[in-house]
């Protein structure tokens, strides 16, 4: 099969195309023949060296794919061959065949393409994940996007709007920040040219937001401690202004604040799969209904997944980078 692997660590040169064997399955495994696939952060930290593959895992980048069942044991399924489906895998999304967890797979909703379908795994687990399970946001409270027209802001942005919170997004520039309010945002905040925190203190009364999903870290974060609500929490899923951060210690305790994080790659096949059993029942709903979107950017062939990668580091981007598959 055709894939794309990493020669070495660094730039998006070092992304070639390959001819590699169509994987074999293992227990729980089903075969998807790959159709299209998401461009993500965490492929471009993997490329540089960044982000080790978990043990037993495919070398080949690529997280989130959708495509056709086209083997494995389907016997206590919902599925069968020849249904197209979107799946979260550990890697090897960047190839014409990916093995795939059958629990961390998904029906391709109504309506959409497989292109379309390919741009929800990573960045509904992840948003599920951190937002609804880590986090807890709950009904009447309020959420703030960090980089909002992200593949992650997008969808968080989408999602918590969908289920009726207030949301707030940064954003580094005037279209980027109507691009968030377009996609369910009250209101998108110029990083560039704002305080966020004195704008969220504004639109909330002096109270601040309930939940902050940041992938900045940096020196964001003792702005952020103070535009928390009191049991307000932060989580991190990244860190893009740096790994480490000044804190106020006085605020965590006085006002009883959580700060946590997580990465989604590294967890257990079984977290993976509850994570699926969520979004299956409260998300895919929504998504047929017409409430969350595609937001895709821009697609790529799967031999030029090099300038899918150097667009995704420009940072113009609004919404998901994708490659298209060939058979």
Partial sequence: MLAIEISGFGGPEVLHSCERPIPALKSGEILIKVHAAGVNRPDVLQRKGHYPVPAGASDLPGLEVAGEIVGGDLTHSAFK?????????????????CAAPLSHCLPMPRGWNAMEAASLPETCFTVWSNVFDRAKLIDGETLLVQGGTSGIGVTAIQMAHAFGHRVFATAGSEDKC???????????????????TAVVKSLTGGKGVDV????????????????????????????????????????????????????????????????????????????????????????????????????????QHIGKIMLTVPH
């Avoid at 799946?87 to 090897?92: I, M, Q, T, W, Y």
């Fill in 178 to 196: 109507r691009a968030c309010e377009a996609l369910g945002a009250e209101r998108g905040i110029n990083y560039k040219t704002e305080d966020f």
């Fill in 81 to 97: 061959k020849g249904d197209m489906v979107c799946a979260l895998v550990p890697g090897g999304g960047y190839a014409q065949y």
């Fill in 212 to 315: 902050i999903l940041d992938m900045v870290g940096g020196e964001y974060v003792a702005r952020e401690i103070d535009c928390l609500a009191d049991d307000g929490r932060l989580d991190f899923i990244a860190f893009l202004g740096g790994a480490k951060a000044t804190l106020d210690l006085g605020q965590i305790l006085r006002r009883r604040l959580t700060i946590t994080g997580s990465t989604l790659r590294p967890r257990s096949v079984d977290f993976k799969a509850a994570i699926a059993d969520q979004l299956l029942q409260r998300v895919w709903p929504l998504i047929e209904a017409g409430k969350i979107k595609p937001v895709i950017y821009q697609s790529f062939p799967l031999v030029q997944a090099a300038e899918a990668h150097a667009l995704m580091e420009a940072g």
